[in-house]
């Protein structure tokens, strides 16, 4: 079974600094890469998905991250983080042409100090 | 258009009492996946709906637990009865049922079972 690897449980940044949260997973076949964040008492939301093509994808807030195949790799990058960055970010596949649920990492916490 | 519902946000009950979660997925998504999350540990995959029908119950711990989704609609996760290890928050969530698009999630029900 697949599965997704965070390197980092929790980050503390101070503002303006850059970020970059590791992912990796194991599955050989082809995937479809996802970052969710969840804001403090708010619901999962989509920050940015890679189905296919350019390997580095831009999503909201920022946010970017770069799909390298050769490593399993999906990391998630912002050059400048802000206070209201603060949140908890996970990285989940889903594995291309399953029932399509999503297997997430452990989840990073990161906390940006103003 | 309204977002993914879950009710109630928050449940304690003890030992051996029965809850039932409710999922109000997006209207016209045709996937609905339950997630559950104990603390500390990742997101895991419970079960996905595809309208009425169960595609994937694999995810489910054991038989105390009861998934339905009358009508294709609303979802209901039934944990009868209750003990000390399903404390967690519950996520639903739902997405269309082809094409490339990314699930939405609900805010989540953090259940405790004390």
């Known amino acids: 079974a697949q599965s997704v690897s965070q390197h980092n449980h929790h980050v503390i940044l101070s503002e303006a600094a850059s970020l970059e949260l590791g992912c990796n997973y194991s599955?050989?076949?082809?995937?479809?890469l996802f970052w969710y964040v969840q804001y403090p008492g708010q619901h999962l939301q989509l920050l940015l998905k890679?189905?296919?093509?350019?390997?580095l994808v831009k999503g909201i807030k920022g946010f970017e991250a770069e799909f390298i195949k050769s490593k399993f790799s999906f990391n998630l990058r912002k050059p400048s983080v802000q206070w209201s960055d603060t949140a908890e970010y996970f990285c989940?596949?889903?594995?291309?042409?399953?029932?399509?649920?999503?297997?997430f990492g452990s989840g990073t916490q990161l906390t940006v100090l103003p | 258009e309204a977002g993914v519902t879950q009710f109630p946000s928050h449940s304690v009950i003890e030992k051996g009492q029965t809850v039932t979660l409710r999922c109000d997925p997006i209207?016209?998504?045709?996937?609905l996946y339950w997630y559950r999350r104990v603390m500390g540990k990742e997101i895991k995959f419970l079960l996905h709906?595809?309208?009425?029908?169960?595609?994937?119950e694999s995810g489910m711990p054991n038989n105390r637990f009861l998934a339905e989704r009358t009508g294709g609609t609303y979802s209901t996760l039934k944990v009868q009865p209750a003990e000390l290890e399903d404390s967690g928050v519950y996520f639903c969530?739902?997405?269309?049922?082809?094409?490339?698009?990314?699930?939405?999630f609900g805010q989540g029900t953090r259940l405790t079972v004390v």
């Open positions: 969530a739902s997405s269309h049922l082809t094409g490339r698009t990314e699930a939405f």
């Open positions: 599955y050989g076949g082809t995937v479809n």
């Open positions: 890679y189905f296919s093509g350019d390997p």
């Open positions: 989940a596949v889903i594995v291309s042409g399953s029932a399509r649920q999503l297997t």
């Open positions: 209207s016209g998504h045709d996937n």
């Open positions: 709906f595809v309208k009425e029908s169960k595609q994937d």
